[in-house]
Each structure stands twice: as C-alpha cells, then as structure tokens.
C-alpha cells in the first residue's frame, strides 16, 4: 500500500479510534436522602431513559466499529506497487556536478568533462539489477548522445556527449531517475 493511504488509513482509524473511546454515555442520576421514596413509575422513567442512551452509545460505537473493519479489509485487500515500479532516486545536477534538487540517498559528483558519478545510499549499482533514465536539462540541445553504465559496482556511471561521433563528453545539467529493474 502507497504511503498516502497508509497515512489515511492511519489518521481515520485515530480519529475513529478517539471517538470510540471517547463516547461516554450520559446517564441521568438520581438522588437519594435517608426518608426518600421513588415510586415505580419515576424507577421505570428512570431506567428507561439510561437504557435508551446506553442503546443509542452502543449502536454510534457499532457505526464506528463498521468503519474500522472496513478500513482493515481496504488495507488486506489494497495492492501494493510492484517491485521496481517506484524509484529509488531521482535528482537534478547542474553542469559542474552538483545537487540542485533530488531525493537525499544520493550524492554526485564530476569526474571528468562531461562524466559524472551519483552514489545511492546502500546500492551497489550495476546496469543488469537497475534502471537508470537521463535526460539533459532543456536548452543543451548539444547533449544528444547518452551514456551509463556503473562505476566500481558502486555508482551510476552517467557520460553526456553532443552528437558528432567520436567527440569528447560535454558537462552539460541533467534530470536522472533509477529504479531497480524488475
């Protein structure tokens, strides 16, 4: 289940949760001093009424239970996101290498013209396990030839070249997503 629903089903099942601890019924009391006498007609009007407002507690706290069983049946039945359907990192760099915006399980870092390394937190990236999608930032139509692949088996090897074969790679800003391949 998304992160969103958990969060839902969480705030709904407190706020229900509340109210059913929270529902305290109100009884109507009645006092006695030593002498007094209450007839049956007043014991009747007396239980009946207390009766009546337990009954009307008990169904509300019915209502409130309802709504949790459901919201446990949403979340038994809800499916998950397949595996490597979310990313595991996404960022912007700018042309020199570093951060301008992204996930915070990474860093980065340029290791030459036009060739950068970013480093996800607990993966040792390979090209057969991950997917990694790499698109230069709007206005650096000189980058059209893409290139990635793995560092040492630890990063995301990222090379941006313009499109006269056999040119050197250019630093040039770009958006990058990885996922873990399915």
């Known amino acids: 289940m998304n992160i969103r629903k958990h969060l839902l089903s969480a705030a709904l099942t407190a706020a229900l ?17 030593p002498g ?16 009546g407002a337990a009954r009307t507690q008990l169904a509300e706290l019915q209502t409130r239970l309802a709504v949790l069983e459901d919201i446990a049946a949403l979340e038994e039945t809800e499916p998950s996101a397949p595996a490597g359907s979310l990313p595991l990192a996404f960022g912007s760099l700018n042309a020199d290498g570093s951060t301008a915006s992204g996930t ?17 937190d607990g993966v040792a990236y390979n090209s057969a396990d991950y997917a990694t999608i790499i698109q230069p930032v709007a206005g650096n139509a000189h980058t059209q030839r893409i290139a990635t692949g793995s560092a040492s088996g630890q990063s995301v090897r990222v090379r941006l ?22």
């Open 17 to 33: 949760s509340l109210g059913v601890w929270g529902a305290a019924v109100t009884f109507r009391a009645a006092e006695f001093r």
């Open 36 to 51: 007094d006498s209450l007839s049956a007609a007043e014991l009747s009007g007396l239980l009946n009424d207390n009766f």
């Open 104 to 120: 915070q399980n990474f860093t980065a870092e340029k290791v030459s013209e036009g060739t950068y390394d970013i480093r996800i």
């Open 161 to 182: 070249f313009p499109p006269v074969d056999g040119s050197a790679p250019v630093d040039t800003p770009f958006h990058f997503v990885v996922y873990r391949a399915p």
